[in-house]
T-cell receptor, first 111, second 115 residues
Framework: EDQVTQSPEALRLQEGESSSLNCSYT??????LFWYRQDPGKGPEFLFT???AGEEKEKERLKATLTKKESFLHITAPKPEDSATYLC????????????FGQGTTLQVKP | GAGVSQTPSNKVTEKGKYVELRCDPI?????LYWYRQSLGQGPEFLIY????????DSGLPNDRFFAVRPEGSVSTLKIQRTERGDSAVYLC?????????????FGPGTRLTVT
């Protein structure tokens, strides 16, 4: 059974304090790993797709990396507007594209 | 361009009532997904449509839940005899197709509260 676990559940950072969020996954065949950002009261907003181990993608202060067992979302010099819940999801063994999500990491960046 | 839209944004209903939740996907997206998100959790898959047909309904919790997409665009999630445990945010997502894999783009959700 495909499974995704994110850690930590919550993270508090000072503005400018870099850190990483972890997403560990177990799938029979990874077709893609997705990172989403979710603000309170809104739907998840797509950030990145990673397809194979060793792949990296960047967007502003965010950088996502992928290994065979986990993915990291690195946040460099975060700002208060980066505060949100970050969700990781995998498209694994299903042929229908359904995503299996982790429970999310809630990030708070204080000025 | 326009994103995924969902109506209503909030729905409060009494236990035992019937509700319908609507999703309008991004134009040109053939794949449509429904997910349910409880507080503090990630979204959980309910059902997937490719075109007009439900290709995977393995996530529907029981036969009180049903969804349709009659013309291959707008979809309606229907819940009969609602229970308090059905209270959650119902999210709709669409993508170009089920494979590749293609990114899924989510709507704002419908917050359902069953009293």
């Amino acid at each position: 059974e495909d499974q995704v676990t994110q850690s930590p559940e919550a993270l508090r950072l000072q503005e400018g304090e870099s850190s990483s969020l972890n997403c560990s996954y177990t799938v029979s065949g990874l077709r893609g790993l997705f990172w989403y950002r979710q603000d309170p009261g809104k739907g998840p907003e797509f950030l990145f797709t990673l397809y194979s181990a060793g792949e990296e993608k960047e967007k502003e202060r965010l950088k996502a990396t992928l290994t065979k067992k986990e993915s990291f979302l690195h946040i460099t010099a975060p700002k208060p507007e980066d505060s949100a819940t970050y969700l990781c999801a995998v498209h694994g063994s299903s042929n229908t594209g359904k995503l299996i999500f982790g429970q999310g990491t809630t990030l708070q960046v204080k000025p | 361009g326009a994103g995924v839209s969902q109506t209503p944004s909030n729905k409060v209903t009494e236990k035992g009532k019937y509700v319908e939740l609507r999703c309008d996907p991004i134009s040109g997206h053939t794949a449509l997904y429904w997910y349910r998100q409880s507080l503090g959790q990630g979204p959980e898959f309910l059902i997937y449509f490719q075109g007009t047909g439900a290709a995977d309904d393995s996530g529907l919790p029981n036969d009180r839940f049903f969804a349709v997409r009659p013309e291959g665009s707008v979809s309606t999630l229907k819940i009969q005899r609602t229970e308090r445990g059905d209270s959650a945010v119902y999210l709709c997502a669409s993508s170009l197709g089920p494979s590749a894999p293609y990114e899924q783009y989510f709507g704002p959700g419908t917050r359902l509260t069953v009293t």
